[in-house]
């Protein structure tokens, strides 16, 4: 299908077996893509709430917090107004708990942008999604693609791995050679069905076991590590209240230097405060 490149180079493509491919994929998708909750709407909130949902979190755990996140703050306006714990509490069980207030930090910025009588929007285009907290250039793709159709292409996990294999790309090709290719490959009025039909080959036929392609990046082990610590010193907060630092070690069965050292990285991240060896959700 194509000529050998180098990891820097963007590989050329048949024209004729590109076709077959984008025909290949859909038609499979059309038989056997997934119903999921953020595919029955193209409200962009919505789906920036499903995208920042899905990073790093398997779907099946994303489908009833998704339901539940949106039956609570159904906007712009509602995630805004509502407090920072109150978001988390919701967020609990999902994991990567920046993700919530960065999210919520991306409603306030919107609804303080928005001229008073005008109800909030997430902006159109990619400079101005760009432009929020919390939203990378694969989400601020992801938004334009499933909400508005827009001809982009957005490269994550399993899009890489599809094309990888069936375009016989090398696995190490650059991320914007890769991002290059995509391009190409999007069949133009249909990126919303394309994305979502990438996404579902890739999770159901095009697996990393089936296919021998590593993922990047790996998560590190979360039993024993200093993420699961940091999750459960957050979810006692939610849980009692605001702790001074030696009740909150020893109900972790943490030193309470250890403790300290996590409520110092979960502060830097904006989750919680602690003032005068008291501990609380910000």
Request: proline share 7%; net charge positive.
């Amino acid at each position: 299908m194509q000529r050998r490149t180098s990891p820097t180079d963007t590989p050329t493509l048949d024209a004729r077996l590109l076709a077959a491919f984008r025909r290949r994929v859909l038609e499979w998708y059309a038989a056997n893509g997934r119903d999921l909750p953020w595919r029955r709407t193209t409200d962009p909130y919505s789906i920036l709430v499903s995208e920042i949902m899905l990073q790093q979190t398997q779907v099946p755990r994303v489908v009833p917090k998704f339901d539940e996140f949106v039956g609570a703050y159904p906007g712009l306006e509602e995630l805004a107004a509502a407090p920072l714990e109150e978001v988390l509490r919701l967020w609990t069980g999902l994991g990567y708990n920046t993700r919530a207030r960065r999210l919520r930090d991306c409603a306030v910025r919107v609804v303080e942008q928005t001229p008073q009588g005008k109800a909030a929007a997430l902006p159109r285009g990619l400079d101005g999604l760009l432009a929020l907290p919390g939203i990378g250039p694969y989400t601020a793709r992801a938004v334009l693609i499933f909400a508005h159709n827009d001809d982009l292409a957005a490269v994550d996990a399993n899009v890489r791995r599809v094309l990888t294999h069936e375009l016989a790309l090398p696995p190490e090709l650059a991320p914007r050679g890769l991002q290059a290719v995509a391009g190409v490959v999007l069949p133009h009025g249909r990126s919303r069905d394309w994305h979502n039909a990438l996404m579902d080959y890739g999770a159901m036929v095009l697996t990393t076991r089936a296919t021998g392609i590593a993922p990047r990046t790996r998560q590190s082990a979360f039993q024993g590590s200093r993420r699961q610590h940091r999750a459960r010193l957050l979810r006692l907060l939610l849980k009692r209240g605001p702790q001074r630092i030696d009740p909150l070690a020893s109900a972790l069965s943490l030193e309470p230097a250890v403790t300290r050292e996590l409520v110092g990285l979960l502060g830097s991240d904006g989750l919680v405060t602690c003032q005068d060896d008291v501990v609380a959700v910000a």
